[in-house]
C-alpha cells in the first residue's frame, strides 16, 4: 500500500457524542453532523440505493437524504442481503468482532463503501488488512480522538471501491 498524505481543513465544530441505548445496554457513539457531512461528500449526486446498516439515532442518514435513497434496516443481522449501489456506516463495536462482521457482510453487498472503523480494524489482523486492500482502498482519512468524546480508540474512515487498485491516499481530518 502506497500512502499520500494531506491534510484537510473542515469547520470547527463542537463534538458531540450520544449514547443510545438498544435493548437495555448502551449501544455506542453517534457520529457527529460534522463527520456524518464529510462521510456524505464522498458519494456523488443522485448516488442511488444507499445502505446505512446500523443506523442508531440517525445522524448518518440524515446527512445522506439528499444523495439518495437510504435504506436503515432495524435490525441488520435479520435484514435481506440484497445489493446497494453505496453502504454508509459507523456499525457498533462491543464487540470488536461485530463490527468486523458487518463491514464483511457489507462488502458483499455493496462496490462502495464509507466505513468509519477503529484504526484496529487496519493493523490488528493481515488477513483483514489484505481483504480490506484486495476489495479497494482509495483512501483512509484520520479522525482525532477528541471526535468521540469519552472513546478509547483512534477511529478512521475507508474509502472502498470494489477493484481500485492506485494508491491509497491518506487524509488527515481537522477540526
Ligand atoms: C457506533 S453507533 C453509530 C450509529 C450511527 N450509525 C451513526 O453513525 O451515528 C452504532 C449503532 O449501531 C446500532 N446497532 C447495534 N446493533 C445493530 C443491529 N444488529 N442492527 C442495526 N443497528 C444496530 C446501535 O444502536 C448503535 O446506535
Known amino acids: 500500500m502506497i500512502i499520500e498524505s494531506t491534510n484537510i481543513d473542515l469547520p470547527q465544530n463542537p463534538p458531540l457524542l450520544i449514547a443510545d441505548v438498544s435493548g437495555s445496554s448502551i449501544a455506542g457513539f453517534q457520529t457527529p453532523e460534522t463527520v456524518c457531512n464529510y462521510m456524505s461528500s464522498f458519494l456523488p449526486d443522485n448516488a442511488g440505493t444507499i445502505l446505512e446498516p446500523t443506523s442508531g439515532l440517525g445522524n448518518l442518514v440524515k446527512a445522506l437524504k ?25 456499525p457498533p463495536f462491543t464487540p470488536m468482532a461485530k463490527g468486523y462482521k458487518i463491514l464483511y457482510e457489507c462488502m458483499e453487498m455493496s462496490d462502495n463503501i464509507i466505513a468509519l472503523m477503529p484504526w484496529l480494524t487496519m493493523i490488528n489482523g493481515q488477513k483483514r488488512t489484505s481483504d480490506i486492500i484486495e476489495f479497494g482502498l482509495v483512501s483512509i482519512t484520520h479522525l482525532p480522538r477528541s471526535i468521540f468524546n469519552g472513546a478509547r480508540v483512534q477511529t478512521c474512515i475507508l474509502q472502498m471501491s470494489k477493484g481500485y487498485n492506485g494508491k491509497t491516499e491518506f487524509l488527515n481530518y481537522c477540526h
Do not use: C, L, S, Y
Not at 68 to 81: R, S
Open 66 to 90: 439528499h444523495k439518495g435513497t437510504v435504506i436503515e434496516p432495524q435490525d441488520f443481522f435479520a435484514m435481506e442481503k440484497q445489493r446497494f449501489d453505496w453502504v454508509v456506516m459507523n
